[in-house]
């Protein structure tokens, strides 16, 4: 197994958008849910949104309405993208494929 990569993490200001990538195998990808998590200082990981291998997505309340999650199966990559960001939303941002390929994570901060 090929360890996820994700990228697109940065600095943006609240009411902003910014989009973040995890890419891996396109064997790995197609065959299992791939899920984004996000873990802020002091808090305990959560679960933002996955997709499954056949498009089905869902999402935590928080974020419902503003985040969207896609696969894009040639590029070997899924995408979230992240609108109307709230300070809230600060936190390194996890790609999780199937039950425990982990990605290191990218940072996104949003600014008040």
């Known amino acids: 197994q090929v360890q996820p990569v994700e990228s697109g993490g940065g600095l943006v200001q609240a009411g902003g958008s910014l989009r973040i990538s995890c890419a891996a195998s396109?064997?790995?990808?197609?065959?299992?849910?791939v899920a984004w998590y996000r873990q802020a200082p002091g808090k305990q990981r959560e679960m933002v949104a996955d997709i499954t291998s056949g498009g089905s997505t869902s999402y935590a309340d928080s974020v419902k309405g503003r985040f969207t999650i896609s696969r894009d199966n040639a590029k070997n990559t899924v995408y979230l993208q992240m609108n109307s960001l709230k300070p809230e939303d600060t936190a390194i941002y996890y790609c999780?494929?199937?039950?425990?390929?982990w990605g290191q994570g990218t940072q996104v901060t949003v600014s008040s």
């Open positions: 396109g064997s790995i990808f197609r065959r299992n849910v």
């Open positions: 999780k494929v199937g039950f425990g390929l």
